[in-house]
Nanobody
Framework: QVQLVESGGGLVQPGGSLRLSCAASGSFSSIHIMGWYRQAPGNQRELVAR???????NYADSVKGRFTISRDNAKNTVYLQMNSLELEDTAVYSCNTVAQLSSGYRYTYWGQGTQVTVST
């Protein structure tokens, strides 16, 4: 099993910054993809950004140039630096990972989510 613990959400004014963190722990052989998704009220969950174990990244068009995803493989932790936040970034942000267990199979795990609110 893999547990994901998120931190760093909160309330920020437009144009401000926040940094989210997500640490993976538990019994696994390796962590492959780590990423962040978000879901705003009334909307479907959408990919924000993800990063592979080798550092390849991809971003939603709406956050390119403003958000940066990074990871510390030694700590099994992924970060999302969010700059120039906009009202439309308000959502619950959830960490996601694909981990390989000792069985050799890969599974997807989710964190419980952290609220990000951008408001005046």
């Amino acid at each position: 099993q893999v547990q994901l613990v998120e931190s760093g959400g909160g309330l920020v004014q437009p144009g401000g910054s926040l940094r989210l963190s997500c640490a993976a722990s538990g019994s696994f052989s390796s962590i492959h993809i780590m990423g962040w998704y978000r879901q705003a009220p009334g909307n479907q969950r959408e990919l924000v950004a993800r990063i592979t174990s080798s550092g390849a990244t991809n971003y939603a068009d709406s956050v390119k140039g403003r958000f940066t995803i990074s990871r510390d493989n030694a700590k099994n932790t992924v970060y999302l630096q969010m700059n120039s936040l906009e009202l439309e970034d308000t959502a619950v942000y959830s960490c996601n990972t694909v981990a390989q267990l000792s069985s050799g199979y890969r599974y997807t795990y989710w964190g419980q989510g952290t609220q990000v609110t951008v408001s005046t």
